[in-house]
DNA sequence: CACCAGGCAAGTA
DNA sequence: TACTTGCATGGT
């Protein structure tokens, strides 16, 4: 068996095991880099309270969030952990978009994918993983999203030794499958489910879906 | 009680 | 280049 024709088979048992994950969970553009700038390393659960409390004060809002003061506004995120960081990632990203995009995040549409992201990475506070959560979630880019359980996925199944760095891994899962949003969205969300149901430390991976396709070779 | 959660940047060697 | 540390709340 090939290596896509492996990870083809993996994804279609994951979706057959977990079923559709609808990520990413957010009614606009804005709502989900607020959540994809919030989540890190925080769960997700702690991120929705504080979405909610950014609804409630009406500040889901671009020129809201870009007047609110830095203070106030780690307050509101405060069960998002890291708040004083966090308020001052948002600002930033807000400020970027403000500067570069002409004032409206709507704009950013009509950018190419790799200057979103070079200029993603340029501003303080978002890496590689966040800026790859906001253009595959945000703006339906085909760019797979790594993180930490992609790479806890990918050596409990042996698919690599553990020493690829972040776009090792994403060249790994773009080189072997097709270039295709929907496919890409719904493969990370159904590996975070994967590893936050079975895998849930290195290296064990016990009671596993993916045993069934492990047994078929 | 300890440990982790849908990371990142800055500092050190 | 490759580690280490600070950031911080809330659930299990």
């Known amino acids: 068996m090939t290596t896509k024709q492996r990870l083809l088979n993996i994804f279609e048992t994951l979706l057959l095991a977990f079923g559709k994950r609808h990520w990413w969970p957010g009614e606009t553009e804005l709502e989900v880099i607020v959540g994809a700038i919030l989540t890190q390393n925080t769960s997700w659960r702690n991120v929705e309270k504080a979405i909610a409390n950014l609804k409630a004060n009406d500040l889901l809002d671009f020129d809201a969030l870009l007047s609110i003061d830095n203070y106030e506004l780690g307050g509101i995120i405060k069960s998002s952990g890291f708040y004083n960081q966090k ?114 430390k290195l290296p064990e991976c016990l009671s596993c879906p993916l045993n069934n396709e492990y047994q078929r070779e």
Request: some cysteine; aromatic content about 16%; overall charge positive.
């Open 87 to 200: 308020a001052i990632k948002l600002k930033s990203f807000l400020q970027v978009i403000h500067n570069v995009f002409n004032g409206s995040i709507y704009n950013i549409k009509n950018y190419d994918t790799s200057f979103l992201r070079k200029t993603m990475l340029g501003i303080n506070g978002i890496g590689p993983e966040t800026a790859d959560s906001i253009l595959l979630y945000a703006l339906n880019r085909p760019v797979f999203v790594v993180d930490s359980y992609t790479k806890r996925f990918l050596y409990n199944h042996k698919l690599y030794d553990g020493s690829w760095k972040y776009d090792d891994v994403q060249n790994f899962f773009m080189a072997n499958l097709p270039r295709d949003t929907h496919l890409f969205n719904e493969f990370h969300a159904l590996i975070v489910c994967l590893c936050q149901t079975y895998c849930k």
